[in-house]
């Protein structure tokens, strides 16, 4: 336990990685989820079948072998492009590898999410706004966008806790977060029970902290009952 | 792309997918186990006992895989009592941690599958049943539980996804699985694209044929709460 207790700024200085690791996945997944969701909705063929295979060879393939593709994979590629240019060997970053990989995963995800939450707004609104002489934009921002924050939000919650919970498989390409700094510091001090069981316990606190913040989210973006009041 | 040396160790890669596939059976089998009477217990909030399962619940979905598996793998054995127990010869070996971790692991998120499934089991249903004099287990043999099972099939045909996805950590403690065969490829080598890619492609046809098997299994099983046009 005292060990626990002098490891303790270090471990937290690992959590910190991992929120900030999941927060910039986050941010790459709704990137990629608007992109994707918006290409599947009213892009051409070709942005169609584009957007189809991302999110099908993402749903098929586990994250830690996208993660340890990309890094790897990645680590050489970077090489030979660099060699053509006579650059010394570059080292990829760790952790922009696993933003890289797990916003790339998740933003498949979000592009179902997105592209459910878009269809569950009735055509007829948006017709109805343009009937009335509202420029594209401001249909977008008075009709489209608050109905989709709301319908999107239950969804978006569910993926944020797997991805959350995926950072853990980023400390396997060596990435010094949460999970890799309680291994190497439990095993050297032999606690690795108590390491980990702390490590188990700060994973707890994220999803229930964020189940908060999402529920009060929810609860703030709800529409405000215009079906039942007719 | 060297991709004949995938061909030449394709045994290797044959053993691991064997090694996936049957680590991921048995752990949904097991977890399928805990999760029957744990989700009827939740569902039907029996006392003590379903706090006591919600718990567990709660704790295995809200943390990530691969900390529960180096809980118990690295974990346990920092204990002398673990070291010196009857279990020890099981908890020293990767592959029984992996597939303890993973079958609780199954377990707590089929629980939640299934209780959600047998709370949208029409009442009407169960009323015709107790209006035919069938005792109260019946009802629930006959009635209930297979007709909440029927109803959890899309969401369990996820779960068996993602049991299968999550299995991969297993080759972090050094068996020998899909990604273990695909890991060991490229270091033997010192190749970077190989050994994934094609981990990444047995992955990718397991999940489709459990995809297809599944929508077929809700074709037959979930006909009859199908809207017919």
């Known amino acids: 336990m005292e060990n626990l207790i002098e490891y303790m700024p270090l471990l937290l200085s690992g959590a910190l990685v991992t929120i900030t690791l999941a927060l910039f996945s986050l941010v790459l997944a709704t990137v990629l989820g608007a992109l994707g969701a918006t290409g599947k909705l009213s892009g051409g063929i070709i942005a169609k079948s584009i957007v189809g295979v991302y999110t099908t060879l993402v749903r098929g393939v586990p994250d830690l072998v996208l993660i340890l593709l990309i890094y790897f994979g990645g680590q050489r590629l970077l090489n030979i492009v660099g060699n053509w240019f006579d650059a010394d060997y570059i080292e990829l970053s760790k952790f922009w590898a696993g933003v890289g990989a797990i916003g790339f995963i998740y933003g498949a995800y979000l592009t179902e999410t997105f592209r459910g939450a878009y269809m569950t707004i009735p055509p007829g609104q948006i017709d109805a706004a343009k009937a009335l002489g509202m420029r594209p934009i401001s249909v977008l921002r008075t009709v489209t966008i608050p109905q989709l924050i709301s319908f999107a939000l239950p969804g978006y919650a569910n993926v944020w806790q797997v991805l959350i919970k995926s950072t853990a498989v980023v400390s396997i390409i060596g990435l010094e977060d949460l999970v890799g700094l309680a291994n190497d510091a439990g095993k050297s001090v032999r606690e690795p029970f108590i390491f980990f069981a702390f490590v188990f316990c700060m994973y707890l606190l994220f999803t229930f902290i964020s189940q908060n913040i999402f529920m009060y989210a929810e609860r703030k973006y709800a529409l405000k009952g215009h079906d039942d009041a007719v | ?229």
């Not at chain 2, 204990?79 to 303890?100: K, M, N």
């Not at chain 2, 109803?151 to 299968?164: I, S």
């Not at chain 2, 459990?210 to 809700?218: D, N, Q, T």
């Open chain 2, 1 to 229: 792309m060297r991709f004949d040396l995938v061909a030449d160790n394709w045994v290797m890669f044959a053993e691991g997918a064997w090694m996936t596939v049957q680590l991921t059976a048995l752990s949904l089998l097991i977890g399928f186990c805990i999760a029957l009477p744990a989700g009827l217990i939740r569902a039907r909030r029996i006392r003590i006992l379903s706090p006591l399962i919600n718990i567990y619940v709660y704790a295995f979905r809200g943390t990530p895989l691969l900390v529960q598996l180096f809980l118990v793998y690295y974990g346990l054995s920092q204990f002398e009592a673990v070291r010196d127990s009857f279990a020890w010869p099981v908890l020293r070996e990767a592959y029984w941690c992996a597939l303890i971790t993973f079958s609780l692991n199954s377990g707590a998120y089929a629980t939640e599958i299934i209780r959600g499934a047998i709370e949208t089991v029409p009442k009407g249903e169960l009323e015709a049943a107790k209006s035919l004099g069938l005792s109260p287990r019946k009802v629930d043999f006959l009635v209930l539980i297979p007709s909440a099972l029927r109803r959890a099939l899309p969401q369990y045909g996820n779960e068996v996804v993602f049991m299968l996805h999550g299995s991969v950590v297993a080759s972090v403690i050094t068996i020998q699985d899909i990604l273990g065969a695909g890991r060991t490829l490229n270091a033997r080598y010192y190749i970077a694209y190989e050994g994934f890619l094609t981990a990444a492609a047995l992955y990718m046809s397991i999940t489709f044929v459990l995809v297809f098997a599944f929508r077929m299994l809700e074709r037959r099983y979930l006909r009859h709460l199908r809207v017919s046009h």
